[in-house]
């Protein structure tokens, strides 16, 4: 029997009888992706779209780019190994002093890594089992908007509830402070709520009746990625360290999105200079192949043998491509190109701003930017803002999608349109990106209210 010719309904038909009912970006996106290369990726059909999804962050270089097919193909004409458990080779040791190369000296020099199974949230387990281990606590801290993944332990430390309803059993003893979130401030006093949130959190740990016992550690992303693109200024984050050693609270530090250039430091806790207990990543690290790790100090290292192991840990191609990733990434200042094309990007979304009350609120830093949506007739809170509105932002997914735009979605309610282009997004690329948004914007708020902006 002949199979009808590929095309993005087929694929996109097949797909939807056969995979689970989770799956999600296709229900937004109904594409089959036939290549792609650099920053545009070209479906069945020969439709080209600027790529801002990116894999959810993970591919810094893009598709395909030449340093890491090079870097695969070389590992695998030399006949190395696939992987190997946790057995070392010479381009697992190559990976790890690129690495520790593009680490800060003060972390570096006493930093011990895990490696994980391949997968953000891996790595975020294998730093509860660690802290878990090493202080004997058990109460852990996080945040209100977090995301760290989706398994037992991550899901367990997510600020959405709406992926917990139907889980029970999430792990248990988790407390959520509140995030420093300017435009819906926790504590209603807007600009100045991270000065707040800090001195809620310090009378928190130091009261005696808070209601939990002493924290195997405080678990943060230096910008919530997920949570809508919220980046809270440096003076927090110094904060939360400096709190959390007075406390002996390690400070566990998730850059799997963040890290590696995309806020214009290549770490993004660089920008407040403190130096964490734990720091996670995946995505870029394994330069767009399955890789995470969990680098700690070592004095932390209280495991036994075999306490936290991974079929997959030893992906030795993903090293590869990591190592050759790092390598560009530091060697051509990705971390400053990323900052400029940033800036240049939040210049349209600014505009956007200007140009439609339905913009409630632009933020992030680098390319790892967001754009909330809300609903303007709708009556503002005491501090002036407006109720996320996530149908429109979906309209303006869906009015990008058909405009050659591919975006990201997330934040309260989904509300948020998010960007993480590739780091090697050029000037030309990121004025059409910018101007496809804005011509999506109005289409999708002039349909919504029958041609008012």
């Given at each position: 029997?002949?199979?009808?010719?590929?095309?993005?309904?087929?694929?996109?038909?097949?797909?939807?009888?056969?995979?689970?009912?989770?799956?999600?970006?296709?229900?937004?996106?109904?594409?089959?992706?036939?290549?792609?290369?650099?920053?545009?990726?070209?479906?069945m059909e020969g439709n080209t779209y600027y790529d801002c999804l990116a894999g959810a962050g993970t591919l810094h270089l893009g598709h395909n780019h030449p340093v890491v097919v090079e870097a695969i193909e070389d590992a695998m004409a030399a006949d190395r190994p696939?992987?190997?458990?946790?057995?070392?080779?010479?381009?697992?040791?190559?990976?790890?002093?690129?690495?520790?190369?593009?680490?800060?000296?003060?972390?570096?020099?006493?930093?011990?890594?895990?490696?994980?199974?391949?997968?953000?949230?891996?790595?975020?387990?294998?730093?509860?089992?660690?802290?878990?281990?090493?202080?004997?606590?058990?109460?852990?801290?996080?945040?209100?908007?977090?995301?760290?993944?989706?398994?037992?332990?991550?899901?367990?430390?997510?600020?959405?509830?709406?992926?917990?309803?139907?889980?029970?059993?999430?792990?248990?003893?988790?407390?959520?402070?509140?995030?420093?979130?300017?435009?819906?401030?926790?504590f209603g006093v807007g600009e100045d709520g991270h000065e707040v949130a800090a001195e809620y959190v310090e009378r928190l740990l130091a009261d005696p009746e808070r209601g939990f016992t002493d924290p195997a550690a405080m678990v943060l992303e230096p910008v919530q990625?997920?949570?809508?693109?919220?980046?809270?200024?440096?003076?927090?984050?110094?904060?939360?360290?400096?709190?959390?050693?007075?406390?002996?609270?390690?400070?566990?530090?998730?850059?799997?999105?963040?890290?590696?250039?995309?806020?214009?430091?290549?770490?993004?806790?660089?920008?407040?200079?403190?130096?964490?207990?734990?720091?996670?990543?995946?995505?870029?690290?394994?330069?767009?192949?399955?890789?995470?790790?969990?680098?700690?100090?070592?004095?932390?290292?209280?495991?036994?043998?075999?306490?936290?192991?991974?079929?997959?840990?030893?992906?030795?191609?993903?090293?590869?491509?990591?190592?050759?990733?790092?390598?560009?990434?530091?060697?051509?200042?990705?971390?400053?190109?990323?900052?400029?094309?940033?800036?240049?990007?939040?210049?349209?979304?600014?505009?956007?701003?200007?140009?439609?009350?339905?913009?409630?609120?632009?933020?992030?830093?680098?390319?790892?930017?967001?754009?909330?949506?809300?609903?303007?007739?709708?009556?503002?809170?005491?501090?002036?803002?407006?109720?996320?509105?996530?149908?429109?932002?979906?309209?303006?997914?869906?009015?990008?999608?058909?405009?050659?735009?591919?975006?990201?979605?997330?934040?309260?309610?989904?509300?948020?349109?998010?960007?993480?282009?590739?780091?090697?997004?050029?000037?030309?690329?990121?004025?059409?990106?910018?101007?496809?948004?804005?011509?999506?914007?109005?289409?999708?708020?002039?349909?919504?209210?029958?041609?008012?902006?």
């Amino acid at each position: 029997m002949t199979r009808p010719e590929a095309s993005n309904e087929r694929l996109l038909d097949q797909q939807a009888d056969r995979e689970s009912n989770a799956r999600s970006y296709p229900r937004y996106l109904p594409m089959a992706i036939r290549e792609a290369k650099g920053v545009e990726v070209t479906d069945m059909e020969g439709n080209t779209y600027y790529d801002c999804l990116a894999g959810a962050g993970t591919l810094h270089l893009g598709h395909n780019h030449p340093v890491v097919v090079e870097a695969i193909e070389d590992a695998m004409a030399a006949d190395r190994p696939m992987h190997t458990l946790d057995i070392t080779t010479p381009v697992k040791e190559a990976f790890v002093d690129t690495l520790y190369d593009s680490l800060p000296d003060e972390f570096a020099d006493s930093a011990k890594i895990q490696f994980c199974s391949p997968a953000g949230t891996d790595a975020v387990e294998a730093a509860l089992k660690l802290t878990k281990t090493a202080t004997g606590n058990r109460s852990v801290l996080a945040f209100r908007g977090g995301y760290h993944g989706m398994t037992y332990g991550s899901l367990g430390l997510m600020g959405d509830t709406d992926p917990k309803e139907e889980i029970s059993g999430t792990m248990g003893d988790v407390h959520h402070l509140p995030y420093p979130y300017s435009y819906r401030c926790p504590f209603g006093v807007g600009e100045d709520g991270h000065e707040v949130a800090a001195e809620y959190v310090e009378r928190l740990l130091a009261d005696p009746e808070r209601g939990f016992t002493d924290p195997a550690a405080m678990v943060l992303e230096p910008v919530q990625g997920e949570g809508g693109s919220v980046a809270p200024p440096a003076e927090w984050l110094q904060e939360m360290r400096r709190i959390t050693r007075e406390h002996d609270v390690p400070l566990v530090v998730d850059e799997i999105q963040s890290g590696l250039g995309r806020t214009g430091e290549l770490y993004d806790f660089q920008r407040a200079g403190i130096t964490p207990d734990v720091v996670t990543l995946s995505k870029a690290v394994g330069g767009g192949l399955p890789l995470a790790v969990t680098l700690y100090d070592e004095d932390l290292d209280e495991w036994e043998s075999g306490a936290h192991t991974g079929t997959f840990r030893g992906n030795q191609l993903a090293m590869a491509a990591g190592k050759a990733t790092i390598e560009y990434i530091v060697e051509e200042d990705l971390p400053s190109h990323a900052e400029e094309m940033g800036a240049r990007l939040r210049d349209h979304l600014d505009a956007a701003a200007e140009e439609f009350a339905a913009v409630g609120d632009v933020r992030g830093r680098g390319l790892m930017l967001g754009i909330e949506m809300v609903d303007s007739a709708a009556e503002p809170d005491a501090l002036g803002s407006h109720p996320p509105d996530p149908d429109l932002a979906e309209a303006i997914q869906s009015a990008c999608f058909d405009r050659g735009l591919i975006v990201e979605r997330g934040g309260r309610e989904g509300a948020t349109v998010r960007f993480l282009p590739p780091l090697i997004v050029s000037a030309e690329q990121i004025e059409d990106i910018g101007r496809i948004f804005r011509e999506s914007v109005r289409a999708a708020v002039s349909d919504e209210t029958g041609g008012s902006p």
